[in-house]
C-alpha cells in the first residue's frame, strides 16, 4: 500500500494563479481531509469528506474548493491564489472511529 | 467551541531526561485524544490514542492518561534520546464523532541534545 499519496511536494505560485493539489488514497477509506499547517497555529480543518460525492467545509474553507468523485481521490483547488494561502498543505484519509492517516504534505508559496 | 491547548515550545531537553508535554481539551461529549508526532520534512504519523476516559495510550515508550476530570492527555516519556527530536501535536475529534474531522493543538517541538 503506498497510503496517503500528494502531489506536487512543491509548489510557487503568483497571486491569481489557480492550481490543483491533489491526494490519493488506496486503503478505501471513506473519510478524507484537507489541513493547513501554520507555524504555531497547528493544522486547521479545511474542508472533509464522508464519502464519494459528500463534502463539507471546515474551520478555514475560504479561498478553496474540493469534490469527491471516488473513493480514492479527494483535490483541493484555489481558484485565485493570495500569498495568505502560503502554508503546507496536508491531506489525510481515515476510516470510522479510527486514526487518521496523513499525507507528506505539499509546500505552497504564494507570491 | 471545542478547542485543544499544548504547552508552548520548543522544550529542549538532554538525552535520558524525563519529558513532560501537556495537554488540554474542551470538547462536547466524549471525544478521542490523539498524539501525532512529525518528523522535520515529513507528514504526521500517529504517536498514540487514547478513545475513553482513564484508558492509557502508549507506544515507542511515550504514554498519556485519558483524564477527563482534568480534561487532560499529557505526553510523557522516562528517558528521551535524539531520535525524538520532532514536533508533537495533540488532537482531538469533534466530540464523540471520529467522522474525519480533527482538532489540533499549536505543537510542541521537542528537541534532544546528546
Known amino acids: 500500500n503506498a497510503g496517503v499519496t500528494q502531489t506536487p511536494k512543491f509548489q510557487v505560485l503568483k497571486t491569481g494563479q489557480s492550481m490543483t493539489l491533489q491526494c490519493a488514497q488506496d486503503?478505501?477509506?471513506?473519510?478524507m481531509s484537507w489541513y493547513r499547517q501554520d507555524p504555531g497555529m497547528g493544522l486547521r480543518l479545511i474542508h472533509y469528506s464522508v464519502g464519494a460525492g459528500i463534502t463539507d467545509q471546515g474551520e478555514v474553507p475560504n479561498g478553496y474548493n474540493v469534490s469527491r468523485s471516488t473513493t480514492e481521490d479527494f483535490p483541493l483547488r484555489l481558484l485565485s491564489a493570495a500569498p495568505s494561502q502560503t502554508s503546507v498543505y496536508f491531506c489525510a484519509s481515515q476510516e470510522l472511529g479510527f486514526e487518521q492517516f496523513f499525507g507528506p504534505g505539499t509546500r505552497l508559496t504564494v507570491l | 467551541g471545542d478547542s485543544v491547548t499544548q504547552m508552548e515550545g520548543p522544550v529542549t531537553l538532554s538525552e535520558e531526561a524525563f519529558l513532560t508535554i501537556n495537554c488540554t481539551y474542551t470538547a462536547t461529549g466524549y471525544p478521542s485524544l490523539f498524539w501525532y508526532v512529525q518528523y522535520p520534512g515529513e507528514g504526521l504519523q500517529l504517536l498514540l490514542k487514547a478513545t475513553k476516559a482513564d484508558d492509557k495510550g502508549s507506544n515507542k515508550g511515550f504514554e498519556a492518561t485519558y483524564r477527563k476530570e482534568t480534561t487532560s492527555f499529557h505526553l510523557e516519556k522516562g528517558s528521551v534520546q535524539v531520535s525524538d527530536s520532532a514536533v508533537y501535536f495533540c488532537?482531538?475529534?469533534?466530540?464523540?464523532?471520529?467522522?474525519?474531522?480533527?482538532?489540533f493543538g499549536q505543537g510542541t517541538t521537542l528537541q534532544v541534545k546528546p
Open positions: 488532537a482531538s475529534t469533534f466530540g464523540s464523532s471520529n467522522t474525519g474531522k480533527l482538532i
Open positions: 486503503m478505501n477509506h471513506e473519510y
